[in-house]
């Protein structure tokens, strides 16, 4: 019996054997089966790929020292060709932008708005003893009042009447009158808008370049009503005449620092080209695209941003608004104005750079200005002039301006900013240099996906 079952053992132990060797020899048949299955993929991908060079390195035709060297050339591009691209992805990423110029021409161009403003504030024979009482505290010659007055009715009564400096008045040759102005107030006090859009009527166009072709007014500066100078303090002014800025009628004045002076005894020709702007906002540029966060103001520029960031900073440091300052809070009385207001906004304008950070907006309208002059009256028209307004000569000379304002020409400037640099650019370099340097394109790389899925599904 037990030799029985030794001999049944070693039978077992022989099939075992058996079966193990049968099984060795299936894997290596199967793996055998599978390399030669991987290796003709491959040799038929080498053999029908564009990529070039990649058939030279394992052509059986050739020696091991072209094989070598077709390697060498391989990687040399490829190297060549991962370098270009990260230079462009680098250059893509560094959001380039470039400025073009060019000129439009148009069939009639929309007027711009024309503000100006007296530099004298207040008319000397209008004021009361009430109004010289606040006006030379104002001025620093008196104690203050005990009482307290209305600074915009004050304002707006003893600042000069357009309907007295108004002596003639042509828009494109035809006549017009004071009433075709619109009252406004900056820090010079009442100011004068021409074309402003605010009255209901529609915006003033011009159909031809030149001078004869725009706004032409006569003033009469009125130098007899100019307050005069007392004293030196930081609201002394010296001059005699008036303070223009032309403007879009989508942004409000901002006379006093972007504002040009125009002097009596001389006629201004101002020769305009309007130029519209248009910037990118970040990562490109730095414009501002977002509407404006302001109860005061619905479109966005530049001069409503400081405007509101003033009225807001005089709020919170004097409690009140200057006269010019938009909103329903208080007005400043002229005791504030002197002790708090004026200090205050002049300390914001000259030294506080941090509290009114206004961005450039991503859409605006500038008007390019070039002035030259001309003296007036000349001595031929000098008694003309007395004559017809019943003055002096020597008024005349002292107190009469004109003002000639025209576009140059019916076309305008426009200043675009554009992205230099986009992904449609980055394909197009990196399938220029794919083609360049190793010969492929998009279907190639579709073909090594390809070859490389083929592979797995044979290997899995």
Request: aromatic share 12%; net charge negative; proline share 5%.
């Amino acid at each position: 019996m037990e030799d029985l079952s030794a001999s049944n053992q070693e039978a077992i132990n022989k099939d075992s054997l058996m079966d193990d060797a049968k099984r060795r020899s299936s894997r290596q048949r199967l793996k055998m089966t599978l390399t030669h299955s991987a290796k003709d993929t491959t040799t038929a991908f080498i053999l029908r790929t564009k990529v070039h060079g990649l058939k030279h390195v394992f052509s059986p035709y050739k020696s091991k020292t072209q094989r070598l060297f077709w390697l060498l050339a391989i990687f040399v591009c490829l190297g060549l060709l991962f370098t270009w691209s990260w230079n462009r992805i680098l250059y893509l990423l560094s959001y380039p932008a470039v400025t073009k110029i060019y000129m439009v021409w148009s069939h009639n161009m929309t007027f711009p708005a024309v503000t100006f403003c007296n530099q004298n504030l207040l008319r000397m024979s209008s004021l009361t003893k009430a109004d010289l009482y606040h006006s030379g505290y104002w001025m620093d010659i008196i104690p203050p009042p005990d009482y307290q007055l209305n600074t915009t009715e004050m304002i707006d009564r003893l600042g000069h009447q357009l309907e007295d400096m108004l002596l003639d008045c042509r828009f494109r040759g035809e006549n017009c009158t004071y009433k075709n102005f619109t009252p406004i107030y900056t820090r010079y006090g009442k100011c004068y808008t021409f074309n402003s859009g605010l009255d209901g009527n529609p915006l003033l166009t011009t159909l031809k370049g030149g001078t004869g072709n725009g706004l032409e007014i006569m003033l009469d500066i009125q130098q007899d009503e100019y307050l005069p100078v007392w004293g030196d303090t930081d609201e002394t002014s010296y001059e005699a005449g008036i303070k223009v800025q032309i403007h879009s009628q989508d942004e409000p004045p901002f006379i006093d620092q972007l504002g040009f002076g125009v002097a009596p005894g001389f006629q201004t020709f101002v020769s305009c080209q309007q130029q519209l702007l248009q910037y990118l906002p970040p990562p490109w540029g730095d414009c501002r695209s977002e509407p404006m966060d302001s109860e005061y103001f619905s479109t966005y520029s530049i001069t409503a941003c400081r405007i509101d960031c003033e009225t807001r900073y005089l709020l919170e440091n004097c409690n009140c608004r200057m006269v010019h300052m938009p909103g329903t809070s208080t007005v400043c009385t002229p005791e504030q104005y002197k002790d708090c207001a004026d200090p205050a906004l002049d300390f914001l304008v000259e030294k506080d750079n941090d509290y009114c950070v206004c961005e450039t907006p991503c859409n605006m309208t500038r008007y390019g200005k070039e002035l030259s002059m001309v003296k007036i009256p000349s001595k031929a028209s000098a008694k003309y002039l007395a004559k017809k307004f019943n003055k002096t000569e020597q008024y005349i000379a002292d107190n009469i301006l004109v003002l000639d304002i025209f576009f140059e020409a019916l076309n305008y400037e426009k200043i675009e900013q554009k992205k230099a640099y986009e992904v449609a650019g980055l394909l197009g370099d990196i399938g220029g240099q794919m083609g360049l340097f190793i010969g492929a394109s998009v279907l190639t790389i579709l073909e090594i996906f390809d070859y490389l899925y083929e592979v797995c599904c044979i290997l899995a």
